[in-house]
């Protein structure tokens, strides 16, 4: 049972336009949704996450906003650029005790950024 | 800062054998944890620890083992390799939300 869904297994853009990517969820427990990228051969990093008593936050070129009742997220890129290029995986976190460490990916999507 | 240091980055297993992969971390963090992720799948939870002497399962720990005991190491035990280990692996340490991951370890098992 997924609980956190990326649908669209890759994106391409050309670069200076908007990349959206986009997750949706199904626990209603998760409290806390992060972004993460990675690059081939390497570890994810962490890009950016949202709070559940926020819709929105920005840092830089990145923006994440989230709609709870559709119980989906999304994160935009602008202005793309060749250096996005990479697998972007959707994460979340549940708030219910033991559970507070744990995070739940979702399947990744690679987005492609053509200069 | 190393960060989390993963190794080895590579490894053939053939069916039955065992191996540990080794995983440090030096931002003192409580919180360590190993997925693997499979081709064309998300990061899937194996073992997590909050803290030294403490472990528990995720999502997918047959055939896996842990210990901690020490903040720093949490080594990854397969005791009888099985082609459906063949996997990515990641280690990842965190004091909150956000997980610090290792490069990975690229295992084979044939």
């Known amino acids: 049972d997924q609980q956190v869904k990326q649908n669209s297994p890759s994106l391409s853009v050309q670069e200076g336009r908007i990349s959206i990517l986009n997750c949706d969820y199904t626990n209603s427990m998760f409290d806390y949704f992060l972004w993460y990228k990675k690059y081939p051969a390497e570890g994810p990093t962490f890009l950016i996450s949202i709070s559940s008593i926020k819709d929105k936050n920005e840092d830089g070129r990145f923006t994440v906003f989230l709609n709870k009742s559709a119980k989906h997220l999304s994160l935009h890129i602008v202005p793309s650029q060749p250096g996005d290029s990479a697998v972007y995986f959707c994460a979340a976190r549940g708030n219910s005790g033991g559970s507070n460490y744990k995070l739940t990916f979702g399947k990744g999507t690679l987005l492609t950024v053509n200069p | 800062n190393a960060g989390v240091t993963q190794t080895p980055k590579f490894r053939i297993l053939k069916i039955g054998q065992s191996m540990t992969l080794q995983c440090t971390q030096d931002m003192n963090h409580n919180y360590m944890y190993w997925y693997r992720q499979d081709p064309g799948m998300g990061l899937k939870l194996i073992y997590y620890?909050?803290?030294?002497?403490?472990?528990d399962k995720g999502e997918v720990p047959n055939g896996y083992n842990v210990s901690r005991s020490t903040t720093e190491d949490f080594p990854l035990r397969l005791e009888l390799a099985a082609p459906s280990q063949t996997s990515v692996y990641f280690c990842?340490?965190?004091?909150?939300?956000?997980?610090?991951f290792g490069s990975g370890t690229q295992l084979s098992v044939l």
């Open positions: 620890s909050v803290g030294a002497g403490i472990t």
């Open positions: 990842a340490s965190s004091f909150n939300e956000k997980l610090f």
